[in-house]
């Protein structure tokens, strides 16, 4: 059975860099699937970060390109999640994900791990 | 690009059928079957219900079903229970990137 799960700081700095690692377990990310993030700020709804597909294909969402880096490391069978620069406005639960296809279909999710950018 | 449109609450009485809709445009909803549903309850990560427009995933009771009509996809739930109170998301790919709705509060009367 796949399982991920999120691992990372849960307290950054503005205008610092946020960096998550999704492990994933029963399943190795090279063998196929896009492997992507999520996030959801506190009270509100979600928001599709990006994904990676296991050929090196990156996917971002427009609204966080530039500051965003999507990458996986098949060695140690885990995908990470870099944000730039970050603000007050990246505070939210960040989920990771294996996605059916580059169009989303999310079928195995995280926990999730809450980033908090204050100082 | 605009998050897809969803009410933001819809109810039902136990055993009932409720339907919630998710309004986007042809770029998006209208135009790729890559629609998904998912279930959230509180402090829970999202649970896929439905992918591409109808299908369901393994374990995903019979009762919940996705349907599309032009740039609205309907998820429908039918015989309604109390475990089906939830926040529900619709997503959809817009070819490059995937965007979701805001989110319905189902509440279970």
Request: aromatic share 10%; net charge neutral; glycine share 14%.
């Amino acid at each position: 059975q796949v399982q991920l799960q999120e691992s990372g700081p849960g307290l950054v700095k503005p205008s610092e860099t946020l960096s998550l690692t999704c492990t994933v377990s029963g399943y190795s990310i090279s063998s196929g699937y896009f492997w992507g993030w999520i996030r959801q700020p506190p009270g509100k709804g979600l928001e599709w970060i990006g994904s990676t597909y296991h050929g090196g294909n990156t996917y971002y969402n427009p609204s966080l390109r530039g500051r965003l880096t999507i990458s996986s490391d098949t060695s140690k069978n885990e995908f990470s999640l870099r944000l730039d620069f970050v603000t007050a406005a990246d505070t939210a639960v960040y989920y990771c994900a294996r996605d059916l296809g580059a169009g989303g279909d999310s079928d195995c999710w995280g926990p999730g791990i809450l980033v908090t950018v204050s100082s | 690009q605009s998050a897809l449109t969803q009410p933001p609450s819809a109810s039902g009485s136990p055993g009932q059928s409720v339907t919630i809709s998710c309004t986007g445009s042809s770029s998006d909803v209208g135009g790729y079957d890559s629609v998904s549903w998912y279930q959230q309850y509180p402090g829970k990560a999202p649970r896929l219900m439905i992918h591409e427009v109808i299908k369901r995933p393994s374990g995903v009771p019979n009762r919940f079903s996705g349907s599309r009509s032009g740039n609205t996809a309907s998820l429908t739930v039918s015989g309604l229970q109390a475990e089906d109170e939830a926040d529900y998301y619709c997503s959809s790919t817009t070819g490059t990137y995937v965007i979701f709705g805001g989110g319905t509060k189902l509440t279970v009367l």
